[in-house]
């Protein structure tokens, strides 16, 4: 029997490669707001990140988030996404 193929994606904040559904997906809907997806099913363009907050940190810091969707982010966007990081559970 064929061995399934698992996606990777790489960690904006850490630069690792591991498997898309062990990390978070952030999401940049068509109206420009930017949002943690957990299940991976919202629609917009995305970009993953492990689920740690040292990562969103490393995000923040080396512009990971910037380049993975080719626009400036501000601050503010990541004091949103590190309160939703901070109601995230582990699903």
Avoid at 33 to 41: A, E, I, P, T, V
Avoid at 79 to 88: G, I
């Amino acid at each position: 029997m064929k061995q399934r193929k698992i996606p990777l994606r790489k960690c904006t904040g850490c630069n690792e490669m591991k498997n898309k559904k062990e990390m978070i997906r952030i999401v940049r809907d068509q109206e420009g707001n930017f949002s943690l997806d957990f299940h991976g099913k919202k629609p917009g363009r995305g970009a993953y990140i492990c689920p740690n907050k040292a990562c969103l940190m490393q995000a923040e810091k080396n512009k990971g988030l910037e380049r993975s969707f080719k626009m400036a982010v501000d601050k503010s966007i990541y004091e949103q996404l590190r309160k939703e990081f901070d109601n995230y559970d582990g699903e």
